[in-house]
């Protein structure tokens, strides 16, 4: 499998330079034009490599197409159209999966199963429509014969050639980790190889949609590693959908919907649908509007989510200062950075995004700019921005379909007031204070040995207060010996005091 895999490779990297060498050795020209279509041609031999590579190349490509600091405008752009379109398989070869995975009577389970075509086909599986016996209608997703190990060969591979592009570029990657920026995509496209992992992502977004009126995940009736049955969603998908069939309040309400719906995923649960492309989103007057294929979700933690939170509150605050300072919260300056220099660009870019709507901003463009200035300027960003850039750019081209009046910044106001709350609720949870007091805890032994002596105090039930006049010069010399270290855990412990004490105050019953 290796060697099969890797000869594909280094085929189509071949037919690639058989089509560039020409141009190269053409006649240069000044003409803007030729210049420009031959990149235009460039850029669509690379996606079309990348669709024949299959899903993980697709992946990494759709990736690519928001980080213009890595691509070129021109690539950037034709990358946005990558699709996981492929020639479908006959039913025959898809059937020994049924089988394994269902049974040698798999078909009846089913009062009809349509075999002659596939609602779908793509390079990771195929879907069928069925009738259940109860006559429900379903939708049968069925894994391609091998593609798993083929997945799984290719993030090796890709693996290796990062770390071998690391050791060759080491200034790149203090700027650019793609080792890292590969690992985020590879851990969201796990349940992807696993349908029992996509169940349990579509059986966990359907507990957070369930709180919205307009939205539904579909149900899981069936699962296993290469078999997925779910119920059909009904409706169009949102790139087919006619706006004017909508009434304009419900166009604006499923467009709200959603994104509130994403930004829930980004800044409170944690978890959130990493692909949520046209193709992904079913919608139908007066009717629900249905997010599927849950094999692609990415995770991001705490710290990142919070600094999101920064950057789209100073876009909504026309604040270039807060959008630098959110960003690198989520990054980490190199010893070349020009920190200075990317506040001034961000101070130049954020009015142009400034309460834009979806009709006149192209967001994942817009964030492809800070990236670019983010990189030039010798920042490095957070791995996870790649995969969060790609489901923020996919979801507002989903809404632009049917709502391109809507602004994302209002749509975040609008939601940033629970957004706040359940950062309120977090850091006083008792799983974070236990967290934060252990923390204060190891770091007690860095102490002096006054504050370890009143730590012990505090703990043993056994600290008393005196009261005495203190001599200016004592006090002086105290402080001296409060190093910043201590000055800081000092303030740790009293804003600890504080969030405890609210806390109790909130679970105390009134009278």
Known sequence: ????????????????AARELPRRRGPASSDTGDSTDRARRRAAD???????????????????????DLVPQTLATELESLHDQTTALPFSAMRPVLEAELGPAWASRFKDFDVSRPLGSASLAQAYSAQLTTGESVVVKVQRPGVREIVSEDM????????LGARRAP??????????????????????????????NMDAARRSVSGFDNLEVPEVV??????????????????DADPTAFKDEERE?????????????????????????????????????????????GHVDRRISMSVVLILLGLARNDGPSVAAGWLEMGRPTQWADVSGFGQDMAALVPKIHAASLEHLNFGAAL???????????????????ILAKSFANIEGSVRYLAPELSVTDVFVENMRDVLFAYACEAVSEEQLATHLMQVIAAAGSLPGELRAIIRALAQGDLTLQAAPVQAGRLSLVENRLDDRTRYLTRRLVALGALAWWAHARRRPRT
Not at 173 to 190: H, K, N, Q, S
């Open 222 to 239: 069936h699962a296993t590693p290469r078999v997925l049955v779910q119920t059909m969603a009904p409706g169009t998908s949102i790139r």
């Open 368 to 386: 492809g700019n800070v990236l670019k200035c983010s990189t030039r300027r010798g920042i490095q960003t957070s791995p996870m921005i790649s």
């Open 171 to 200: 200034y790149f990657t203090m700027t650019i980790d793609l080792e890292a920026m590969l690992g985020v995509v590879f851990d969201a496209m796990r349940p992807e190889c696993d349908f029992t992992l996509e169940a349990s």
């Open 46 to 68: 690379i996606r079309a490599s990348l669709e024949r590579l299959g899903p993980l190349y697709i992946k990494i490509g759709q990736i690519l197409s928001t980080r213009q």
């Open 253 to 297: 309400a499923i467009g709200t919907s959603l994104l509130t719906f994403m930004y829930h995923g980004y800044f409170t649960d944690h978890r959130f649908h990493a692909d949520p492309h046209p193709g992904n989103i079913f919608v139908c007057p007066s009717g629900p509007t249905t997010l599927i294929d849950w094999g692609m979700v």
């Open 156 to 163: 090796r591979m890709i693996r290796a050639a990062a770390r």
């Open 1 to 16: 499998m290796s060697r099969a895999r890797a000869q594909l490779l280094l085929k189509v990297v071949a037919q690639l």
